[in-house]
């Protein structure tokens, strides 16, 4: 992001702008069943800040102040293999560039809400509005409350990128491919923030295409990843504060995907 891009970010968000939901993804109706809605800081209090889950956005306002995240996702593995008690899913949304998440718990008083983002989203914020427990209140928290996740097999393209280790093959494979990296803690877990993963095809090839990075240092340390699901291969590029390294030893012309869906990926508009 440019430095005048960043400057305009950050302006936007220290004003909490109305900004544009140009959402290019979308809650499906069963996830929009479960996580959607209008959640109150308190409950007693209509007027009291509120995050509202949107199909295409994530909406947090105080009083005439309002703050909308585009790209809704939802990450059921955002916290890779070891999530906190409690969750449920994690809602990742892009507000100018930069990350705003609804974390979506749920406990025996019912369903609920906690915010975070990237530093400057974090700030705007500010302490209060990230303390809070946003909840789902009044009759339809109780029948939230009592309704149980469908429990089924996803497939990848409905996972993000810390998915792929759910898959023993897989995660062996992106193991020996890390070598002595895998005693990274966010490069073995891939637990930052991550989009969903999709399938794309290079050469004839078919291939998962997933990316993640380090929580609140997306732009120094990142990695986009290709598993080969017919040859059981995973191949990546690794980006850390500038340093480059190639896993799985990918051929010069993978390589070279590789970079471009890594610009693709973390240097848009660059």
Known sequence: MSTHKRRYAAIALAAWSVLPTRAIAALDPD?????????????????????????????????????????????????????????????????????LLGIVYRDASGQYITLDGDPKVRSSLGPAMLAYKYRLCGAKESKIAERTPPTRKYALTELSAPGLLYDARIKSAYYQALG???????????????????????????????????????????????????????????????????????????????????????????
């Open 31 to 99: 996830l929009m069943k479960m996580y959607g809605g209008t959640y109150l800081s308190d409950c007693k209090n209509l007027a009291s800040p509120r995050v509202t889950v949107f199909p295409q956005a994530l909406v947090v306002l105080k009083g005439n102040q309002r703050l909308a995240g585009n790209k809704l996702e939802a990450a059921h593995s955002y916290f890779g293999q070891s999530p906190p008690p409690k969750y449920q899913v994690a809602l990742l949304s892009e507000v100018s560039g930069m990350q």
């Open 180 to 270: 002595a990296k895998r005693n990274l803690g966010w490069l073995a877990t891939l637990d930052g923030p991550s989009p969903t993963n999709k399938k794309i095809t290079i050469g004839g090839v078919e291939y998962i295409l997933a990316s993640a990075c380090k929580n609140h240092e997306c732009g120094d340390n990142n990695i986009v990843l290709l598993y080969a699901p017919a040859q059981g291969r995973i191949y990546g590029k690794i980006y850390e504060r500038g340093r480059v390294t190639f896993i799985g030893q990918p051929s010069a012309s993978l390589m070279g995907e590789l970079n471009r869906l890594w610009k693709a990926e973390w240097r848009q508009g660059q």
